[in-house]
């Protein structure tokens, strides 16, 4: 076995693979960019060194930097975590060419699979069923369009050499062909340099599940069941869960059977992952086998019991597969849900900013988080805004979902946008709990998934206002004068019938309160109602008795901003100030810039007519696109910024006069 590693990755997975490592007594070596200086997996390494600037062309790109720091420190392998690295051909030569360990498959295990096309065709050829479709070396437009008409519609154009859903578009009739092609290729060769699409039959209603196998360098491969990761949006997982829900035992070991073939075909060694689609009648198909560790292998750890990060470490030094396929045993049932700095109520566009307050729930038996991050952790442009992982296991599924929610509820996070509530919803929806499972889950139960707060506004207004003057008390009575009435604990109040008026903004509204102290709590008047409240704060919790109704919730308490945690919602509300404005900028808020990024493309002219729902700019933010579309029948105005330029978060994109409505 290897005494020292190097960790060629940042975040969750290197603080992942540093925790086995260590446990195994091996010695771990970090790299960082200068925007990681502070971060978690830096602490945990035994060694660092610095890459170079924040990008990751400039840092955790850099092979070079990288074999060079293996010299330099003597480490024996290389893990490569998921994404940056692990998947290139080139680095896993360089490492091979090097005498160092590249803890993966070989690098022509890699090649073969790294175009989606020629995977395609290694695995027609090794009997593993694939979905109808075109993936040839010919892509004149032409050619592509005539192969789609051939295809028939919905169809899917996936970038050959595609990720993480970049460069991939629906297409549901041939009038949408042209300029879906052109997106997607212009989306595929900023992300991946390469343009190329393969096209296949879109499967309305398909399931994701995909396998989890081993092989060693010793000729033998398992598979470790499967996991379904059904539930997407943009085409990315959200929530992963194993086994996949009422999967046949044949099912599983037809496609973990065609899976360990898939990979014998390229003389596999290593972890790696071979997703099916899985169609309403049974049926599977070969979408793509990715050469490294996943992102959601926690999940066949906790039903399988084994430490995925350990079979790797033993399979790179040469090691046998820890165990046979007869002796790979289920037990229970294990989900992850993915946390990210993301906006759910405006089409998940990715967030950045400072992790000012994060509680993570805790962890046991049944609880695992996997994060790279702590508080006053930033999440910044550069890398992706994956906060944590969050896994939960238990002897069913019904009681898998069941501690995941109550996970989720506990998992607390101030100073950016995340999708917890999201994902709290999502696992709490009934579809979810009866296995209505498919990758449009998300778009069809979207009543559901997103629905209207249910903390009323009156109760956040009442228990924020109750925190301020609790608060305001503590401050008195910690500021040591102990004569301060503030301090004492028995129910002796200072002016106790003194009415306070208190003016709080939500949601962009401001709302009047008066509160009176009373011999046990306070007097909130808001509107015409009236509120009793007993109030105690402990930690950062309040708990509070409203009109006999008692709840618990969370604060956290930044500049005046005051945030409630309550069964995964946030009820905000800031301490209005007359400098406060509220303003008036939504009107056109779609012409703005949706997120930091840069414009990829104009597609319109100033003067030219345009009708709503046409797409006016193409912007580009972490190598997604977003298209700015017209939100209603205009003539274009003003436009603000060119093709290639950078544009902050809110800034205008363009003008746009509406037509009038009895003109029109
Ligand atoms: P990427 O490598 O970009 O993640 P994949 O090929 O793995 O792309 O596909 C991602 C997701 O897109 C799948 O999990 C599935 O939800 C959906 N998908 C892919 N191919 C098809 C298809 N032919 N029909 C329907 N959905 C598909």
């Not at 062909?177 to 992300?191: G, H, P, V």
């Not at 709290?424 to 209207?452: C, E, M, S, W, Y």
Request: net charge negative; with cysteine.
């Amino acid at each position: 076995m290897f005494s020292k590693i190097l960790i060629a990755n940042r975040g969750e997975i290197a603080c992942r693979v540093i925790q086995t490592a260590h446990r195994l007594g091996i010695k771990c070596v970090a790299v960082y960019s200068e925007a990681d200086a502070n971060a978690r997996h830096v602490a945990m390494a035994d060694e660092a060194f610095l890459l170079g600037p924040a990008p990751s062309s400039e840092s955790y790109l850099r092979a070079d930097r990288i074999i060079e720091i293996c010299k330099q420190s003597g480490a024996q392998a290389v893990h490569p975590g998921y994404g940056f690295l692990s998947e290139n051909t080139g680095f896993a030569k360089a490492c091979e060419e090097n005498g160092i360990v590249f803890i993966g498959p070989p690098a022509s295990a890699i090649a073969s699979m790294g175009s989606k096309s020629a995977a395609k065709e290694i695995m027609s050829h090794a009997n593993v069923p694939l979905v109808p479709g075109y993936h040839g070396a010919d892509q004149s437009p032409a050619l592509l369009k005539k192969e789609a008409e051939n295809c028939g519609f919905p169809l899917l154009l996936k970038a050959v050499a595609g990720g993480g859903g970049k460069g991939m578009r629906v297409v549901e009739n041939l009038t949408e062909f042209d300029e879906a092609l052109e997106s997607a290729c212009r989306e595929a060769k900023n992300a991946f340099g390469n343009p190329d699409m393969l096209i296949e039959k879109y499967l309305t209603q398909p399931r994701h599940v995909e396998i989890q196998v081993f092989c060693d360098s010793l000729g033998n491969g398992v598979y470790l069941a499967e996991r379904d990761c059904s539930v997407q949006r943009r085409h990315q997982k959200v929530i992963e869960e194993a086994p996949a829900p009422g999967l046949s035992e044949e099912t599983r070991r037809a496609m973990g059977e065609a899976a360990v073939r898939a990979a014998q075909a390229i003389d596999y060694v290593g972890a790696g992952t071979v997703e099916f689609l899985y169609d309403v009648d049974g049926s599977f198909y070969f979408m793509e086998m990715n050469t490294r560790l996943q992102v959601e292998h926690p999940v066949t750890e906790m039903i399988t019991g084994q430490d995925l990060v350990e079979w790797q470490l033993k399979i790179a030094a040469g090691q046998e597969l820890p165990l046979a396929q007869d002796q790979v045993r289920i037990t229970g049932h294990s989900l992850e849900a993915r946390i990210y700095a993301e906006d759910p109520d405006n089409d998940f566009l990715p967030a950045t900013g400072t992790l000012r307050y994060l509680r993570t729930p805790q962890e046991n038996t049944h609880v695992r988080v996997d994060t790279g991050v702590t508080e006053g952790d930033e999440v910044s442009v550069y890398y992706d805004p994956m906060i944590a992982k969050l896994i939960v296991w238990d002897d069913s599924r019904e009681a898998a979902i069941s501690r995941m929610v109550k996970a989720l509820e506990e998992y607390r996070i101030a100073g950016l946008k995340t999708n917890v509530r999201f994902l709290r919803n999502l696992a709490n929806a009934q579809p979810f709990k009866q296995q209505q499972l498919d990758t449009g889950f998300i778009d069809k139960h979207q009543a559901l998934l997103f629905p209207q707060p249910h903390l009323d506004v009156h109760y956040g207004l009442a228990m924020a206002a109750c925190y301020f003057m609790e608060q305001q008390k503590r401050q008195h009575s910690s500021s040591g004068d102990p004569h301060s009435p503030f301090g004492r604990h028995n129910s002796w109040r200072l002016n106790s019938t003194r009415v306070r008026p208190f003016k709080l903004e939500h949601d962009g509204e401001i709302c009047e309160l008066n509160i009176t102290e009373t011999t046990t709590g306070y007097d909130v008047a808001i509107d015409d109602a009236r509120y009793d409240i007993r109030a105690s704060v402990c930690d950062d919790a309040l708990s509070v008795v409203i009109n006999g109704h008692s709840l618990t919730v969370h604060c956290h308490i930044d500049e005046g901003r005051l945030t409630l945690f309550h069964e995964g919602e946030q009820f905000i509300c800031n301490r209005f100030s007359e400098s406060f404005d509220a303003g008036d900028h939504d009107a056109d808020a779609s012409l703005c810039a949706p997120m930091n990024g840069a414009v990829v493309a104009v597609l319109v002219e100033k003067g030219q007519q345009v009708s709503a729902g046409d797409t006016l700019v193409v912007m580009e933010a972490m190598k997604m696109e977003h298209s700015i579309k017209a939100p209603a029948d205009g003539t274009v105005g003003e436009i603000f910024f060119k093709e290639g330029e950078l544009v902050s978060e809110g800034a205008e994109l363009i003008a746009l006069e509406q037509n009038d409505e009895e003109a029109a």
